[in-house]
C-alpha cells in the first residue's frame, strides 16, 4: 500500500467509524450526502475499516477478495461487524463453512453499476451479481435495501460504491423438489 492510500485508508476508517449508524432521517439530508473519496478499490477500502472485518473474512472465505479486488463499476451493500453478529453463531458459522452458499449470499450484496439507493423515494428494484434482484425504498425517512437500513454516508473507490448496510441481505432460496 502506498503511503497515500495508507493515508486515505486512515481518513476513511476514522470517518467510516462515525458514520456508521448515523443515518440523516429526511430524504434530502441524506441524498445530499456526497460520497467519502477513497483512493484505493472495494477491497482496500474493507480492509482500512474495522467495522468490515468480518465482511473481509467473509469474502476471503468465499475466495472472493481477488474478484471484488479487480472487478470495476459496482456497487457493494456492505454489512457491518454488527450486522453479521446479528445471525446466530452457529448458523453464522455454518455459513462461513458453506462456501458456495456463502458465495451466494456475498455476490448478493453487489450489483452492477455505480447506483446510489439512498436516492428513490418510491421502491425500485436492481439487478445483483447472483442473479437476484434486490429493492431499494425508504421506511420511516431511512434509506433501505431490501429491509436493511443504509448508512447515509457511503464510499466511493477506484472500481465501486459502498454503503454500509446494517443486516445481511439473503438471496431467495427455492427448495428443489426431486421424486
Known amino acids: ?6 493515508i486515505a485508508a486512515g481518513c476513511f476508517a476514522l470517518a467510516s467509524s462515525f458514520a456508521i449508524n448515523a443515518n440523516a432521517q429526511s430524504f434530502a439530508d441524506c441524498v ?4 467519502i473519496q477513497f483512493d484505493g478499490t472495494i ?13 473481509v473474512t467473509a469474502l476471503s472465505a468465499a475466495d472472493l477478495v481477488d474478484t471484488l479486488d479487480t472487478i470495476d463499476d459496482v456497487t457493494v451493500y456492505a454489512p457491518t461487524n454488527d450486522a453479521f453478529g446479528a445471525i446466530p453463531a452457529d448458523i453464522l458459522g455454518d455459513l462461513l463453512a458453506d462456501v458456495p452458499s456463502l458465495t451466494d449470499v456475498l455476490v448478493y450484496h453487489v450489483s452492477p453499476g ?7 423515494l418510491t421502491t425500485v428494484r436492481r ?14 425517512g431511512a434509506a433501505r435495501v431490501n429491509n436493511a437500513a443504509v448508512d447515509c454516508q457511503g464510499v466511493s473507490t477506484t472500481n465501486g460504491d ?3 448496510i446494517d443486516s445481511v441481505l439473503m438471496p431467495e ?6 421424486q
Do not use: C, I, W
Open 114 to 120: 455505480r447506483l446510489n439507493p439512498r436516492k428513490f
Open 1 to 6: 500500500m502506498t503511503l497515500r492510500n495508507a
Open 32 to 35: 445530499s450526502t456526497d460520497l
Open 43 to 55: 477491497v482496500d477500502a474493507a480492509l482500512a475499516t474495522p467495522e468490515l472485518s468480518t465482511l
Open 173 to 178: 432460496y427455492k427448495q428443489v423438489l426431486t
Open 127 to 140: 439487478d445483483t451479481l447472483n442473479g437476484q434482484n434486490v429493492f431499494f425504498h425508504r421506511n420511516n
Open 162 to 164: 459502498v454503503y454500509f
